[in-house]
C-alpha cells in the first residue's frame, strides 16, 4: 500500500504544476554547443548545475567540456533512482525554482511534463535536426513544434546471463547456442527456464517485475488509448502478460523474487541468485557496479518476442534557469553522436543518434566484463528488431507503478495471490479517474 499511496500523491503533486507560474522560454537561436566555440558562453565564468539519475556515462565528457570551455564550471548531481529524479523535477518546477539547468528526464516520466512546456526551453534547432531517430524525437515534440528534451539514450534488449552458472547446469554457455537454446519467445525463454531451476540452485531470472517491463513494452497501446481512455484494466493484453509473468515466477519457480533496485536485488549480483537478466544496453554499467568482482557474465543478441525497448532518457533545459543558453550548448554537445558513443563506452547507453551506428568505434566496441562480448553490434541488431513504441499517456508512470505494485505483492512480498493483487490493481485504476 506505500507505493499506492505514494501514486495518489503524485498526481497530486503533478496537478499542482499547472497552478504553478510558468517562466518563459528558451531562446530559439541557441549556438550548437560544440566544445572549445561559444557554445561554452563566452568568456564570462558560468556554472552549469547537471542533474541526472543511475548512469548516463558523463562523467569523463563532463571533464572534458571543462577543459575545452575553461570558463564552464559543470556541477553534477546524481539520484540514486529514477523515480526520486522525477520527484525533485516535479517539486522544482512546481515552485518555479530550485531546478538544475540540465534535467535527466526518463521517457516513462516525461509525457507528465510535456503538459507543461512552458516550463521548459525550447531545444528546437536547424542544427539538431536528423540528429535523432524520428521516434525519439517524436516523443519529445508537443503538437505545435517545440522540442523539449534532447535524446541521449534508448534501451534495445538483450538477455545478460551467468555463462558460469548455465554451463554448471548442464546448459549451452556460449552466446550463439545460449541464444538457440532459449529461443526468441517468451514460451521458449521461460521452458528453458524450467529446464534451468530443474538442474541448478539459483532461480532464472531476477525479478518478475522486471519481466513486466519487457513484456509490456511489446504491447503498442497497454494503459491508454491517444484519445484519453483509460483501458489497463480492460485491455486483454495486458492482463495475458500479468498472468504469464506471475505462473512463471511463482507457480513455475523461475524468479528470485526480487524487486528490482531494492538493496537485496543490488546486493544478490554478488552471489548466484539467478542466471538471467532482461538487459537494455544502459543496464550493462549497474550490472557492472553491482557485480564488480564476480566473472561469468555474457551477453546474447536475443530477446523473447523479437525486440524491444526498455527506457531512455531525454536532457532538458528548465526555463527558469539563470545560463539557459549555456545550458542548451551543453545539452547539444553531450547529446552529439561523438560524445553519445562515449557515453556507451563507458556504461553501456546506447545511443539514439543514427549516425552513431555506423562507426566504427561503436560498431567494433566490446565489454570486458562480458566475457568480450561485441556488445556494439549486438545493440545495434536489438535496436533494428524494435518494431514499435508503446503509447504512453500522462497517466503511465502512475499506473505502471500500480501494475508493479501489484505484482510486487505477489512475487516479492507474498502478501497477495495474483487474482487478489489484479483486483487491489484494478481499483487503483479506477481512483485514477
Known amino acids: 500500500m506505500r507505493r499506492t499511496t505514494r501514486a495518489a500523491a503524485v498526481l497530486i503533486g503533478v496537478a499542482g504544476l499547472a497552478l504553478a507560474g510558468c517562466a518563459g522560454g528558451g531562446d530559439d537561436d541557441a549556438p550548437d554547443g560544440q566544445a572549445g566555440g561559444e557554445g561554452g558562453g563566452g568568456g564570462d565564468q558560468v556554472t552549469l548545475t547537471v542533474a541526472t539519475f543511475n548512469e548516463f556515462g558523463y562523467e569523463e565528457l563532463f571533464e572534458q567540456y571543462m577543459t575545452e570551455n575553461p570558463n564552464i564550471t559543470i ?4 539520484a540514486d533512482t529514477a523515480d526520486n529524479a522525477r520527484d525533485a523535477l516535479r517539486n522544482s518546477l512546481g515552485a518555479n525554482a530550485g531546478a538544475a539547468d540540465i534535467e535527466a528526464v526518463e521517457v516513462d516520466w516525461l509525457v507528465e511534463f510535456m ?3 512552458d516550463k521548459f526551453a525550447d531545444l528546437s534547432s536547424p542544427e539538431v535536426e536528423g540528429r535523432w531517430l524520428d521516434w525519439k524525437v517524436d516523443a519529445a515534440t508537443t503538437d505545435d513544434g517545440k522540442l523539449i528534451g534532447y535524446g541521449t539514450d534508448i534501451g534495445p534488449e538483450a538477455i545478460c546471463y551467468r555463462a558460469d552458472l548455465v554451463e554448471a547446469a548442464g546448459f549451452p554457455s556460449d552466446r550463439e547456442g545460449f541464444a538457440e537454446w532459449i529461443g526468441d519467445s517468451w514460451e521458449s525463454y521461460f521452458a528453458a527456464g524450467r529446464e534451468f531451476v530443474a538442474a541448478s540452485d539459483s532461480a532464472w531470472y531476477d525479478s518478475a517485475g522486471a519481466l513486466w517491463q519487457g513484456m509490456t513494452n511489446q504491447i503498442e497501446v497497454p494503459y491508454e488509448t491517444p484519445e484519453g481512455e483509460i483501458i489497463a484494466a480492460t485491455n486483454p493484453e495486458v492482463r495475458a502478460a500479468y498472468d504469464a509473468v506471475l505462473k512463471a515466477s511463482v507457480e513455475d519457480g523461475l524468479s528470485a523474487h526480487l524487486g528490482q533496485w531494492s538493496t537485496d536485488w543490488a546486493q544478490s549480483f554478488q552471489g548466484d541468485e539467478f542466471a538471467t537478466m532482461l538487459c537494455p544496453g544502459w543496464m550493462l554499467g549497474i550490472i557492472e557496479g ?12 536475443v530477446f523473447p518476442g523479437g525486440g524491444g525497448n526498455w527506457g531512455g532518457s531525454y536532457l532538458t533545459v528548465p526555463a527558469q534557469g539563470d545560463h539557459v543558453e549555456e545550458a542548451i550548448a551543453l545539452a547539444q554537445w553531450l547529446t552529439a553522436p561523438e560524445q553519445q558513443i562515449q557515453a ?6 546506447f545511443p539514439s543518434q543514427p549516425a552513431a551506428y555506423e562507426d566504427p568505434a561503436l560498431v567494433d566496441s ?13 545493440f545495434i541488431d536489438r535496436a533494428n528488431a524494435v518494431e514499435f513504441q508503446p503509447y504512453k499517456g500522462p497517466n503511465y508512470f502512475v499506473i505502471n507503478t500500480a501494475i508493479q505494485d501489484a505484482i510486487t505483492r505477489v512475487d516479492v512480498d507474498g502478501s497477495a495471490d495474483a487474482e487478489s493483487s489484479w483486483a487491489q490493481f484494478v481499483s487503483d485504476v479506477e481512483a485514477i479517474g
Open 75 to 78: 556541477e553534477h548531481t546524481k
Open 115 to 117: 503538459q507543461y512546456p
Open 290 to 301: 553491482n557485480a564488480a568482482g564476480i566473472e561469468g557474465w555474457d551477453i546474447a543478441n
Open 344 to 349: 556507451f563506452l563507458a556504461k553501456g547507453t
Open 366 to 378: 566490446t565489454n570486458a566484463f562480458f566475457n568480450d562480448a561485441p556488445t556494439g553490434q549486438i
